[in-house]
């Protein structure tokens, strides 16, 4: 499962990440109280059953990590250089405590590196999709990745 080279990669290149996770109480409770997040939809389960959601909604930035993070091993893992830049990030559906989540990402361009000879950039989508087949976070990621003979 390690990622790719820069020259390795074709735009429209797409991955079903065979990683799956459902999200747990502590998952939630872990990262939000570890980032410092006060906001009572994460950690109240009386406000958040007064809520719109009736029930603890999973922080947000949990998400877009873990999405992130179930990509990596087929997209950079040993070959990244560094992470350039996350864009339209989006979360268009709520996620709740015992959701399943999986990711897929496609290579949506491809840049060599002004600076680096050695690499060059790839921007990714990454979808990160529930048991019920909703897209509950999505973003761009732009990453300096080595070459293949670098």
């Given at each position: 499962?390690?990622?790719?080279?820069?020259?390795?990669?074709?735009?429209?290149?797409?991955?079903?990440?065979?990683?799956?996770?459902?999200?747990?109480?502590?998952?939630?409770?872990?990262?939000?109280?570890?980032?410092?997040?006060?906001?009572?939809?994460?950690?109240?389960?009386?406000?958040?059953?007064?809520?719109?959601?009736?029930?603890?909604?999973?922080?947000?930035?949990f998400t877009f990590s873990?999405?992130?993070?179930?990509?990596?091993?087929?997209?950079?893992?040993?070959?990244?250089?560094?992470?350039?830049?996350?864009?339209?990030?989006?979360?268009?559906?709520?996620?709740?405590?015992?959701?399943?989540?999986?990711?897929t990402s496609e290579v949506?361009?491809?840049?060599?590196?002004?600076?680096?000879?050695?690499?060059?950039?790839?921007?990714?989508?990454?979808?990160?999709?529930?048991?019920?087949?909703?897209?509950?976070?999505?973003?761009?990621?732009?990453?300096?990745?080595?070459?293949?003979?670098?």
């Open positions: 499962m390690a990622g790719k080279f820069f020259d390795e990669w074709q735009v429209g290149d797409s991955i079903v990440h065979d990683i799956r996770r459902t999200v747990t109480e502590t998952d939630n409770l872990l990262f939000t109280t570890m980032t410092h997040n006060p906001q009572p939809l994460h950690l109240d389960i009386e406000a958040a059953k007064a809520s719109e959601f009736g029930q603890i909604l999973v922080n947000g930035t873990l999405m992130v993070g179930l990509s990596v091993g087929d997209t950079t893992l040993g070959t990244l250089v560094a992470n350039l830049g996350y864009d339209k990030l989006v979360m268009p559906k709520p996620v709740f405590l015992g959701d399943t989540l999986r990711a949506i361009g491809l840049k060599e590196s002004k600076s680096r000879p050695n690499a060059g950039i790839v921007t990714f989508l990454h979808r990160c999709i529930n048991q019920r087949d909703e897209i509950v976070c999505q973003c761009e990621r732009s990453a300096l990745i080595k070459k293949k003979d670098a």
